[in-house]
């Protein structure tokens, strides 16, 4: 289990060593339009409330999201989609929120609502910060490094929150 927490950090500290402000030659007229992205997430679920904490390996994490552009100016998008939890629990939700990325560039900044309903409920807020790679070329790679709470819910035991700290990986289409 150590080996696996350590693992997971130098995971973090990797994804967040490869955010770097955007250069010149990074930032684009315009970044694409849509996006169809698969990813995978794993890393910490911590648990609290009435003085009690607990540090695990969160729940596998994969989503399909699609993403469209509302705005160039700053370069804002709306995604959502479907996420399924494993390991160790199963769990299926969805995901809607709002993606920034400055400049049109390969950064971005998220923020959205999560909503777990199968088999029991969670409701909660992520937010992120990532970066994407060769989008332009019709695929691409993207990391992220993502926070989840979770206040409500059947899932949620009543006076705690659950947070979730996760690497995530994907793959993104350009679609539009």
Avoid: H, K
């Amino acid at each position: 289990m150590r080996v696996r927490l350590y693992l997971s950090t130098l995971v973090f500290l990797a994804l967040i060593c490869t955010w770097e402000p955007a250069r010149a030659d990074e930032v684009r007229e315009q970044a694409p339009l849509g996006l169809a992205e698969a990813r995978i997430g794993q890393g910490f679920a911590l648990g609290g409330g009435s003085g009690e904490s607990t540090v695990r390996l969160s729940p596998l994490s994969i989503s399909a999201l699609a993403s469209y552009a509302i705005n160039a100016e700053p370069w804002v998008s709306v995604f959502g989609g479907l996420v399924f939890e494993g390991r160790n629990r199963a769990a299926i939700g969805g995901q809607l929120g709002l993606r920034l990325n400055p400049g049109a560039g390969r950064n971005r900044v998220s923020v959205s609502a999560v909503a777990m309903g199968l088999p029991f409920s969670a409701y909660g807020a992520t937010v992120g910060l990532g970066r994407c790679i060769g989008v332009e070329g019709g695929m691409g790679f993207c990391t992220d490094l993502e926070a989840t709470v979770f206040g409500v819910g059947s899932d949620i035991p009543e006076g705690r929150i659950a947070t979730q700290v996760q690497a995530v990986l994907g793959v993104a289409f350009d679609v539009f």
